[in-house]
């Protein structure tokens, strides 16, 4: 056996995958110290939200897209639907802006502001074909404006806003796939570059960003890791 | 199932200049720059085991 | 600071950010997602139990008919005779305009006609064909087929005219005009009312090549040519020029994300030089903010706005208090 494994796709990505996510990567139980503010949980809001979104969406197609007009339990899982949508933007939007603030692209993490905005500008249109598929006058409206954009710029031929049929079968399967295959790579690039540090303070204007590549302050003080404040009694470290 | 609220009349909107908006709306966008700061604002607690912080 | 040392000190910038060396904490993911979860459940059970969610029911052609016999009359005759929102709409409907374009741009032309509506034979012609027991209605259809487009053209012409002083007849299944040369005209559009009012209509106009129907754009569309819609939707404020784009019917919040999109349609030049072209136009200013969204790491400019105003000193203060020398990461 070992002497194919070379050519075994199998191995080789298994090999690819556990080198860029060991176990204690993918699942980590320790988080940098610098990860200490609450703008840091509307990552997770944002997926929990996606969660509700799904779950309660899985509710409402169980019994297909009539029931919730015309029974209060119905009516009751598409206000939850409804509702968890509203948050997943209020979250996602906060957890956006708070990403851009620490400029959270550094150190080679530009494919994760590119996943997280990918996004949620796939999320957008996912939301109109939920409003356009809802079956009432809203569903109505949306979709009667809403074609004028679509047609405008050639889409129409192909993304019929009128069609419930077309559009039922986007917000159902096609686009929320889209969105958690999205969500999926970029918590995975999360994993795999860990959460972007804190802008590096120059401690005075001679240790300002390096102008002529030489050493800084701190750099000559090299201090040893173990000498590093922690605030954790474990220690625990991924 | 009724709501408690019942929402379902012509929404109150505000203008401003060309500027429209319904309230409801108006609350969700005001609400999220008002989250977003106290979210950098409000100390995060500092113990080791401690949970809610996150690795996103 | 000159361009090569901008291009250093962003090197030395991400170098620093790339591999974190330094100290840790202990954390629970699993324990954390659940947790989150539960919040965004506990916080959506709120507002379901408080407000619940919208439901206003959808019009119909038949619901139309017959509470503004005008409006939808008025509507039946301009799908007649072509001059109808949807019957000079061009592709995907028809070929009867060029559609949209900025400069030679014109992607609503070039994808052509996908979904094909003859507004005279889909809304009025063919509805009736399908009317049994009434020889008059079929002999009137046959009439005006028969007619060359001249004279076909007066008749539409002088009854739109009329239709201005028109009022709801025979229990409003009918229309009272003054007397005028409109040859068939009348006898069919009270023809289409009656089927309208019966609501048959509505089902005559999905599309009916199978039994099994779910695309519901003829209706929609007829009835957007009128104004059974816009006047629902005025009332909800839902108009594009009451920033509709955004809202929901009744107070309930709506699309807020949305809020740039409805922007640009609320100004100059969208407004007035733009106006017939005012969704490409969008679309396009969209398309170019949405790639520049995606980009925003490497527009230079942009990228530097959170080092410039520093707001990461207060989201990273407990670091930066804790840890004045804090370990040369890389790797």
Not at chain 3, 61 to 89: C, H, K
């Amino acid at each position: 056996m070992s002497a194919v494994k070379g050519s075994n796709w199998t191995v080789k990505v298994r090999e690819k995958a556990v080198g860029a996510l060991p176990p204690d990567k993918l699942l980590p139980d320790g988080v940098p110290t610098y990860v200490s503010s609450w703008i840091y949980v509307f990552g997770v809001l944002s997926i929990a939200a996606l969660v509700v979104i799904i779950g309660s969406g899985t509710i409402l197609a169980l019994k297909g897209p009539g029931w919730w007009h015309f029974t209060g339990i119905g009516r009751f899982f598409n206000s939850i639907h409804m509702w968890s949508v509203e948050i997943f933007f209020f979250v996602m939007v906060v957890h956006l802006w708070g990403k851009f603030w620490m400029a959270a692209w550094r150190g080679g993490r530009t494919r994760i502001w590119v996943t997280g905005a990918i996004t949620f500008l796939v999320a957008v249109p996912c939301a109109l074909t939920g409003y356009v598929s809802q079956q009432n006058f809203d569903a109505q409206w949306i979709s009667t404006q809403a074609k004028d954009a679509m047609n405008a710029v050639g889409l129409g031929s192909f993304f019929n806003l009128t069609n419930f049929g077309q559009m039922y079968s986007w917000h159902i399967y096609l686009l929320p796939m889209a969105v958690v295959a999205l969500v999926g790579v970029h918590v995975l690039l999360v994993r795999k570059h860990g959460v972007v540090p804190p802008f590096e303070l120059p401690t005075d204007k001679s240790t300002a960003p390096a102008t002529t590549g030489q050493a800084t302050a701190r750099e000559a003080a090299e201090i040893p890791p173990a000498e590093i404040k922690t605030s954790s009694t474990e220690g625990a470290q991924s | 199932m009724a709501a408690i609220f019942n929402l379902n009349h012509p929404a109150h909107t505000v203008h401003w200049h060309f500027f429209t908006m319904s309230v409801s709306n108006l609350i969700v966008i005001i609400l999220m720059l008002v989250v977003f700061a106290l979210a950098i604002a409000i100390p995060f607690p500092r113990h080791g085991g401690a949970e809610g912080g996150t690795s996103s | 600071m000159s361009r090569e040392s901008r291009k250093l000190a962003r090197k030395r910038e991400n170098d620093y950010a790339r591999d974190w060396k330094g100290p840790y904490r202990s954390y629970d993911l699993i324990k954390e997602a659940t947790i989150a979860i539960g919040v965004v459940i506990g916080i959506v059970l709120v507002l379901t139990i408080l407000f619940s969610s919208p439901d206003d029911k959808p019009s119909t052609v038949q619901q139309w008919s017959r509470a503004t016999p005008v409006d939808f009359v008025t509507t039946a005759v301009s799908e007649l005779d072509g001059s109808s929102g949807i019957a000079t709409y061009g592709p995907p409907y028809n070929h009867n305009s060029d559609g949209q374009h900025i400069s030679f741009i014109r992607p609503q032309k070039w994808f052509g006609v996908d979904h094909p509506i003859d507004t005279a034979q889909d809304y009025v012609i063919t509805p009736l064909r399908q009317i049994n027991g009434e020889p008059l209605t079929q002999a009137a259809v046959s009439v005006y087929e028969a007619a060359p487009a001249k004279l076909q053209t007066a008749w539409t012409d002088a009854y739109t005219k009329a239709l201005a002083n028109a009022t709801p007849a025979a229990g409003g299944s009918a229309l009272a005009i003054k007397p005028g040369n409109y040859g068939p005209v009348p006898v069919m559009m009270n023809a289409l009312l009656r089927y309208a009012q019966g609501g048959g209509l509505d089902g005559a106009l999905v599309n009916n090549k199978q039994f099994y129907q779910t695309d519901y754009t003829k209706p929609l569309l007829f009835m957007a040519d009128g104004g059974v819609l816009s006047d629902r939707a005025q009332a909800q404020h839902l108009l594009g020029e009451q920033w509709g784009m955004m809202n929901e019917t009744g107070s309930f919040p709506g699309q807020t994300w949305l809020w740039l999109y409805t922007f640009w349609y609320q100004i100059k030049p969208f407004t007035t030089s733009w106006a017939d072209n005012a969704d490409i136009a969008v679309m396009a200013v969209m398309g170019v903010l949405s790639l520049a969204f995606i980009l925003v790491p490497v527009l230079p400019g942009i990228r530097d706005i959170p080092r410039k105003i520093p707001l990461y000193k207060l989201i990273w203060r407990d670091w930066y208090g804790s840890s004045p020398e804090p370990p040369k990461a890389g790797a």
